[in-house]
């Protein structure tokens, strides 16, 4: 009967032996097998001056060692059945064992890191909230041939709707300001000849725009009432022609300058008032 050894560091002696090879930084396709053999039988040494119960697996892997060792010290070339010559390396087997120990450890950590996360979580199961809800689940029973047509049905309405999106694109306007038109309005004009006169449809950006049509008109007025514009139209619903006047590049006057023109002309109106009264 074998029993598992677990020491403060190694559960086993491949645990031991896989922690000397890599603080050794030696690869295990590679192991410098006298010098891990030494560390080896040192270490369990140790463990037995220290009065640890140490398993027959560690002496078990001791002897391998030390049979490896000296197998390192014969020649290792031997002939195969056709006559040929074939290196045989003594390491091979245990090689293979620490191989596959390190991977079932890795995947032991894995598992272990896993555990501990889920004991830290808690879970709560699914209840029925029918009776609070007044809503029992509904449940749709359909066979398969009945649930494909449905299914197919939905691909189609899709298959439309996506067609319907395609050609039906909403791009949104570029809203524009009545500054900003009547400054492209002082350009164009600019660039004309002195007295030239322009179609209104010419100063329209946008000629399918109701909103861009609107803001030009409104600003054809506004730099009329500021005497920057002039314009004409010779019949009813007949084109407008536009003109430039020479204000055209003269700042708007501020609304708050004729304040002062009002209070003066009430100043000679008060004086003439109280000369009546004084009479």
Known sequence: MSYRVRTNLF?????LL?????????SIYDIRISEI????????????????NLASEFMVLAAQLLEIKSKM???????????????????????????EYKKYKAASEMLEERREIAAASLEKPQEDLAEFTGEPDEYLILDADKFK???????QRKKRLDEIRAHHIRTEKQRITTEARIAGIRNFFSELPEGQRANFNELVQNKESKYDISVTFSSVLEMMKERQLDAEQKKLFGDIEVYATEHLMDDPAPAEAEEPALADAEEPAQEQEVAKNGE
């Open 73 to 99: 010290l014969l020649p290792r070339t031997v002939i195969d059945e056709e006559g040929e010559t074939v290196y045989e390396d003594p390491r091979t087997e245990l090689v293979a064992k620490l191989a």
């Open 37 to 52: 053999t030494a560390q080896y039988i040192k270490y369990v040494e140790q463990m037995r001056e220290a009065d640890v």
């Open 149 to 155: 047509l449905a299914f197919e049905d939905f691909l």
């Open 18 to 26: 896989v922690y000397l090879i890599e603080h050794a930084r030696m």
């Open 11 to 15: 559960e086993g002696p491949f645990d």
